[in-house]
């Protein structure tokens, strides 16, 4: 087991071993969910395949130490090289990708070491947020969807190759994810927390950033660890978001980037964020953070069937495809609550179309339009965007052409 270290390079590289789920998987999802139906599955599984080599060609680097790597934080003007959230994308789709690419595990094991050799300052088993370009952290708080994502790659390491490997995946995720319980679950209200550094004597304890809500996650760590606590974390936080959707977007259905002030006493209590609460005039608007969120929530719905997932979808699609005139090209980066476009902001972010693409797989109803999302979204080249929409493109596509898969 690592618990304040990790392997040194003379024993990280074991032979990869085969995976137990190699790529394409062709996933059965939950009655009702579709897939594009206008070209073959061999064709959606070769546009995964043929995207993920760029993508893991141009984002995936090696660190300052040997036997490291990082996904490289392109499209910023700060000092960071890579951030956790980026890290976790990386370490989910080369996990996913195991099969189509032959040294699927030895990037992985290498973007683990990168992780574990840049812990937050309250645990190991948590990620310093962003790292500069000497690969030093610039601080210790951590960033929940990262840490979030990278225990679930574990999970998924462990799965696709058990204990075949230096690392001991399971036990790792298993102390990451009473890490993140610990520290980034409110411990009263049981909603999912920014970071690591809110205690109670903080005035964003009882906030939240809506991409931090990760049901099929939490879905995931339940069943890892047995603790019944992530019962209701799901629950809570879909309550929340529920509520949230019902009493500031009952026409578009839209989530904002940042959430405060969240009670679940006798009856729910929750606002969206004010301008510049913490990144942007927009924080309290679909942003962003927020634009995640239909992929997050129809990733659940995709496993799980949850009826709470569907409910949450139905709106959603149902407005984007009104507000489009279901045309894919009308999308817009950016929206107000009650679904009307952010000045300035009609132009292509995969990082907001992808996720509606994966939203419509929700229901056949949205058969045509969710056609339309794919041609649009494939059509898309890697060296037009930046890390953050290229990652989600390839994390959303791997959803998309049937082959994601639940640890």
Known sequence: ML????PTTSTAFAAPDLPARPFPQHTTYQEGAILPNHISQQGLDDSVRSFYLAWKEHYIRSGCTPGEKYVWFEGTKSSSICVSEGQGYGMMITALMAGSDSTAQETFDALFRFYRSHPGTTS???MAWTQ????QSLDGSTATDGDMDIAYSLLLADAQWGQHSAIPYRQEALEMIA???REEINPRTYTVMESNHETPRSEDFYDMRSSDFMPEHIRAFRRATGDAVWDTVLDNNYRVFHYLQNTYSPDAGLIPDFIKNISLAETITAVPAQPHYLESKYDGLY???ACRVPWRIAADFLVSGDQRAADFLAPINSWIRSTTKDNPDNISAGYDLSGADLPHRYFEA??????????????PENQVWLNKLWDYIVDFKLKDFDYYDNSIKMIDMIILSGNYWAP
Do not use: K
Not at 132 to 135: A, G
């Open 3 to 6: 618990t304040g270290s990790v």
């Open 124 to 126: 190991p088993h948590l």
């Open 179 to 181: 890490a993140i319980r």
């Open 350 to 363: 995969l990082c907001f179309i992808c996720p509606f693409a994966v939203s419509a797989m929700a229901s």
């Open 132 to 135: 500069s370009r000497d690969c």
């Open 287 to 289: 942003n962003f953070n």
